[in-house]
């Protein structure tokens, strides 16, 4: 299958296009919006949210990733102001209004108010370089429906509406791989240093399409799920704010790490090699043959910084700017060969997974089923990036009728996603709620918000009220 052709973006569409069925919403916000400004917002913007269903923590590797976006956004109700002030608000009473100027959008480093999330987007407009003049001045009004900090992806759906929003504020044009990238580099600000899942299917996702997003150059191409089976996404209820640690840096720069050190063992040009995906490009080797240098060439056992650095023959102060960020600094320790055997790993089953869904055979649930299950044993274990309450809902999946259930997203946290077939969906769905959500009091209260099956949603749009 071909990659989707790049289209402008954003689709504008008029409000009366809006289903009726998700009107509701729509006019709930304009009356919280004519509340709080006085006024009438001129236009709404909204970005989904993502299950990621194969494909973990190897996008900012340059790997390819296999994403779908879900029913789930963030809606923003928004009206130029005529003068250069920003006002944002919350539909949530528990997120802070904000207030600033267009002549000044910085963001202080460690800040991780949700603001700063909103501030991004704007500066991937400004930093686009398209804007003639001075960026106008907003009202905002924020709804979102994205569980939050649980891996569906709401960080990068508010900083992508944001970039929308000040897009069309602007009467700029971009392409929608184009926004993407804007806002993949520009999310950057919130100190994570992600790759470009997110922002990409936030853009490219079309109803009813799952995608495999690949990056350098970035494109989406369809891939069709096979029929007779669910995706169904079941939050753990454990938040983990991803700029608010190091957990999800320290992945990024052990994954740096390992390619410097393959690169410089094999005479490569390691100071310019700081993915893996680039150290596999320049040795033109197949994923199979990436896994055995790895298991050839790095230890099992966790680097130490300095055997790191006397791998790479340079002090400490220079590593600390190759190779590292602001909140990996004080780390000792890397396990750089359990990280690289994830990542090839998890690369593989990308393609195999893609494979499998272009040429289904009668088997072709059960193979998806190993490789969801694989992807899981593989993030628990070599990546460290599941946690106990995730580990159990997983296997509370599988023991409910899951032919595969993983975590999805970063994880320390937040969701799985379970393939189930469609006879057994209401039975599975009874079960999970019993033993994960019933059990635990905490829980009790979250289901209808924690546990859905996912309806494939559409990516960015604009509609305008005339
Ligand atoms: P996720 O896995 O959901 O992307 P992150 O940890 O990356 O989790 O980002 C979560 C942060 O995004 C929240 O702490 C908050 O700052 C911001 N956010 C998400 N949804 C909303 C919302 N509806 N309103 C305001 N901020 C939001
Ligand atoms: P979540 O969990 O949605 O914040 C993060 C990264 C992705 C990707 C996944 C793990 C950002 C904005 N998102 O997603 O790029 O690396 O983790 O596969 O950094
Ligand atoms: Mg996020």
């Known amino acids: 299958m071909e990659p989707t052709k790049d289209s402008t973006c954003p689709p504008i569409k008029n409000f009366s296009e809006i289903p009726n069925d998700k009107k509701k919403r729509y006019q709930e916000l304009i009356s919280v919006f004519q509340q709080k400004y006085g006024k009438q917002p001129q236009f709404f913007v909204q970005a989904p949210g993502r299950v990621n269903l194969i494909g973990e923590h190897i996008d900012y590797c340059g790997y390819s990733v296999l994403p779908m976006a879900v029913e789930q956004n963030i809606l923003i109700a928004a009206a130029r102001s005529g003068d ?275 040429n289904p055979d009668a088997d072709v649930t059960q193979k998806l089923a190993k490789l969801m299950n694989d992807s899981h044993s593989s993030c628990r274990d070599l990546y460290e990036c599941s946690c106990p309450e995730l580990d159990s809902l997983v296997n509370i999946c599988l023991q409910s009728g899951a032919l595969g259930s993983r975590l999805t997203g970063a994880g320390w946290g937040g969701c799985a996603v379970s393939m189930v077939p469609t006879e057994q969906l209401k039975s599975f769905m009874e079960n999970v709620k019993t033993k994960y959500y019933q059990s635990d009091s905490k829980r009790a209260g979250k289901v209808t918000e924690s546990l859905f099956a996912s309806k494939l949603g559409n990516g960015a749009a604009v509609y305008e009220l005339t």
């Open 84 to 358: 250069d002030k920003i006002f944002v608000a919350n539909k949530d009473s528990n997120y802070a209004d904000f207030e600033c100027s267009t002549n000044n959008l910085t963001i202080a480093e460690g800040t991780t108010s949700w603001h700063v999330y909103f501030l991004c987007g704007l500066k991937a407009i400004e930093d686009s370089g398209q804007l003639q003049q001075q960026m106008s001045g907003l009202y905002c009004m924020v709804d979102g429906v994205i569980p939050k900090s649980a891996g569906l992806s709401s960080s990068s759906a508010l900083v992508c509406c944001s970039a929308l929003v000040a897009a069309f504020a602007n009467n700029l044009k971009f392409t929608k791989s184009e926004l993407a990238e804007l806002c993949t580099v520009s999310e950057r600000y919130c100190g994570t240093q992600g790759g470009g899942m997110d922002q990409s299917i936030a853009f490219m996702a079309e109803e009813g399409q799952a995608k495999l997003i690949t990056f350098n150059p970035l494109s989406a191409t369809n891939v069709q799920l096979p029929s007779g089976v669910v995706f169904v996404v079941s939050n753990s209820c454990v938040e983990m704010h991803k700029a608010a640690t190091a957990n999800f840096n320290i992945r990024v720069v052990e994954c740096r790490l390992a390619a410097q050190l393959i690169a410089k063992k094999l005479g490569l040009d390691w100071l310019q090699l700081k993915k893996l995906g680039d150290v596999q490009k320049t040795l033109k080797y197949d994923l199979p043959q990436m896994l055995a240098t790895v298991q050839q060439l790095l230890h099992a056992e966790a680097y130490t910084k300095q055997e790191v650095c006397t791998e790479l023959g340079i002090e400490e102060d220079e590593l600390n700017k190759t190779s590292l960020c602001g909140n990996t600094l004080h780390v000792q320790q890397f396990k750089l060969y359990n990280r690289a055997m994830h990542v090839f790993s998890e690369a593989n089953r990308v393609h195999q997974f893609k494979a499998f869904c272009d």
